[in-house]
């Protein structure tokens, strides 16, 4: 039996993941699963894989998942300290679908137990992306991507020389206002950017597909993940979402990933492999389906992509700090504090303040100057959204 683990299990990801694994019980012995809010959910979800702990990150919400989880004999923790536990727990194989930074330190404990981890948390290779994948160098552990546009690329690759790539093309939808005139952006409202066209998700990363946040991100993931120079990667609007990504060769060749936007693709993919096996996933009907439509995003109304391609060139700390002040923006947001457009200009300015402390860019990456930058860039994002409220 396979020990499986999930963190952030009780999300869009750890859903589809949990949906995968229940379908042959026989085959994982599951470890830890954990979450945050959702107590009756991670509790059901213990019960019913038999776990051997469920924690929730909120410390206070203890007594509520021992009282879920009564008379079940399923461990019960809580708090930052009971996460790092169980992240440290051995296991054969890794979800770590925790939403933002937060999920940096469990998936690096799963690397340094040599654990195989299927990565959706894109938000710790943007902040961390050396240390993520040295830990899994130094500890012999393998790390696979779970966002479906690098489980695309990854799958492209398989047999083929990464020295033979000229490009990696990863597509976007263009999010809930690829149709919208620029003029009304600034309005746009929470509940507005939070329907995706295609894909369902967790809310922030579907405000963040509005936004073209998310491939901002995504531009840096493939950058750290794969090893390709920046100016090798390319993103491509491509509103069907069937295409997920394609890989040039040098010989002109472009090897296209095509399949139904359904994450258990991507995440049945990490979990059986090297090998394929079969999945739940709908079957695509090309000759119904038609056309499949491509255009290059729009740079005035994706400033995020010009903000992801300056971080990138700048290199070292320039990711963390893009994550965090997009973190902090998307948080503000989310509570209306800011309008949809002023994310980008918080990011932007964060990162040109920042960019001037070369020893601060420069930094060693350890988890330490990785979290300082963490904490630095989200309170200068906070200083930055005053400011800009009191000139309002
Ligand atoms: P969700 O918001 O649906 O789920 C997030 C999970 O993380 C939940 O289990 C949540 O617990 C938990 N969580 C939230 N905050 C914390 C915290 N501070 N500490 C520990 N756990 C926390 O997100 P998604 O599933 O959509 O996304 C998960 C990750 O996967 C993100 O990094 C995202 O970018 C990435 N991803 C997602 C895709 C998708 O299709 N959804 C596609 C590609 C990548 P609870 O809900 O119980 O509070
Ligand atoms: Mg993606």
Do not use: C
Not at 298 to 314: I, N, S, V
């Amino acid at each position: 039996m396979r020990r499986v683990s999930i963190f952030g299990a009780t999300g869009s990801i750890g859903q589809n993941t949990i949906d995968l694994i229940a379908r042959a019980p026989d085959e994982y012995d599951v470890v830890a699963l954990t979450g945050g809010q959702n107590i009756a959910q991670l509790a059901a979800d213990a019960i019913r894989l038999q776990a051997d702990v469920a924690v929730t990150a909120d410390a206070a919400r203890l007594d509520d998942l021992r009282a879920a989880l009564a008379g079940s004999g399923i461990e019960a923790a809580a708090g930052a300290g009971a996460m790092e536990e169980a992240a440290g727990r051995p296991a054969d194989w890794v979800m770590s679908a925790i939403v933002g930074a937060a999920g940096l330190k469990p998936g690096l404990s799963a690397l340094e137990q040599g654990a195989t981890l299927a990565l959706a948390n894109k938000e710790s290779l943007v902040t961390a992306g050396a240390l993520l994948m040295g830990t899994a160098k130094q500890h012999g552990a393998t790390v696979l991507p779970v966002d479906s546009e690098h489980s695309a690329v990854f799958q492209a690759l398989v047999g083929e020389d990464i020295n033979a790539v000229e490009r990696i093309i990863i597509t976007a939808s263009g999010g809930a206002f690829r149709d919208w005139p620029m003029e009304q952006l600034a309005r746009a409202t929470v509940a507005e950017a939070s329907s995706h066209p295609n894909w369902d998700m967790g809310q922030r990363i579907t405000i963040d597909s509005a936004s073209m946040f998310n491939k901002a991100m995504e531009l840096i993931e493939t950058n750290e993940f794969f090893g390709v120079a920046p100016d090798k990667i390319e993103t491509l609007v491509h509103p069907e979402s069937l295409v997920h990504a394609l890989v040039g060769f040098n010989d002109g060749a472009l090897m296209a990933h095509v399949g139904a936007p359904d994450m258990r693709h991507a995440i049945g993919y990490a979990l059986h492999w090297p090998q394929r096996r079969e999945l739940p996933v709908e079957r695509l009907d090309l000759a119904r389906i038609g056309q499949l439509t491509f255009r290059a995003p729009d740079p005035e109304r994706y400033p995020a992509l010009r903000l992801a391609r300056a971080a990138m060139e700048q290199g070292g700390m320039s990711g963390a700090i893009f994550n965090a002040a997009k973190e902090t923006a998307l948080d503000a947001f989310i509570e209306g504090r800011i309008g949809f457009l002023d994310m980008a200009h918080v990011v932007e300015d964060v990162l040109t303040q920042l960019s001037s402390d070369s020893g601060l860019i420069r930094a060693a990456f350890t988890l330490d100057n990785v979290t300082q930058t963490d904490h630095l860039a989200r309170a200068k994002a906070q200083e930055t959204m005053m400011a800009v409220a009191t000139r309002s």
